[in-house]
């Protein structure tokens, strides 16, 4: 099997494993607790808590944790509304291509009248047009959030510049960082957000759970309905076994961030000359800014679910988008700008790598490829000359 879907879920790493055993054995204690095996276990918490805050450069105070990606976006925006100095009608400025968890969220919050939502387009390079964010600002616009890199097509968002802009109006800016945390360097943009959410299974760390980080600048508030843990935002037991684990990857991802991203820039680079010089009929989208481990691309002339059972029945691992969106016919949205028509939508789809894949893997995956698509325009003609005859 050759795995090649890391955007939406990774296998965890010995080092993850390796701490969540041992906490889970060892410091199983709750860390809300006032003995002294929950105050063991607060121990590791504030240990995990300090080793994210050290990769942000802030204080172990504006990181709190979640239960993963999705609730961690969901509770950002819900505290920066609620922190807004902006006390009656708010309005929330969004792109039309962010991450189902927000997008649908969002697409809630506009139906109330205490909340108005403008969704931007995507410009023709799959980026937000600044100048266009910026002429929807109102006096009453309490936030801003954009994805800094999008799962589908790679496409990094200028989040420093737009971050830049919004200072200037006192704007709230929140950027999902889910794709982009462990795989591209965070820091240049981190001086300019307000808050960035994460998540650990993007990263080899555990399932269920993921993170916050806060601007020093942002004055949260309590959760309305009483709540005791991470600052009062949430309530629930913290997992700490999974936090610890989630740390321990975050840093190791931190420490090899830039000769991972050396390998994925020649592992991308290798998987379209091979496709190219192959004439495989795959056609990589493409953009100025991308993060090299999401490689999207349209087929020529079959749908995507079934190009993605035909690599699966080969023994490789592909998507056609989004795993949150499964169940939904929808084309992912962050695609638009790359396509003509819903048809060529369909014949979406993505692979994304990780430091583990190999060039073995590459050629592999290009061979299959050539297999693929030479049956498939065979089967093509000979119906085209069957219903032709």
Known sequence: MVYCDYAATTPMSDIALEVYQDVAKNFF??????????????????????????????QPRQIVFTSGGTESNLLAVDSLLRASPIKEKKHIITSEAEHSSLYYYFQELSKSEDIEVTFLPLGVDGQIDIEELLQTVQP???????????????????????????????IYFHSDAIQSFGKI????????????????????GPKGVGAIYFHPQVTLLPHPVITNHEHGLRPGTVDVPAIASFSASALQQKQQISHNKKHLTYIRELFCEKLKNLEVPLRPITSPAQCPSIVGCIADFVQGDYVMLEYNRNGIDISTGSACSIGYTNIPRSISPFIS??????????????????????????EISNRIFVRMKEERTNYEKKINW
């Open 29 to 58: 204690g709750n860390a809300s607790s006032l003995h002294d095996t929950g105050g063991k276990a607060m121990d590791i918490l504030d240990q995990a808590r300090a080793i994210l805050a050290d990769i942000f450069h802030t």
């Open 140 to 170: 009453h616009t309490s936030l801003v959030s954009i994805q800094h890199v999008s799962g589908e097509t790679g496409v990094i968002q200028p989040i420093a510049d737009i971050g830049k802009k919004l200072k200037e109006q006192d």
């Open 185 to 204: 360097d965070l820091e240049p943009i981190l001086p300019h957000v307000d808050c960035l959410t994460i998540s650990s299974h993007k990263i080899f």
């Open 341 to 366: 028509d819903r048809e060529e939508g369909n014949r979406y789809i993505r692979f994304s790598f990780s430091h583990l894949t190999t060039e073995q893997d590459i050629s592999q995956i290009v």
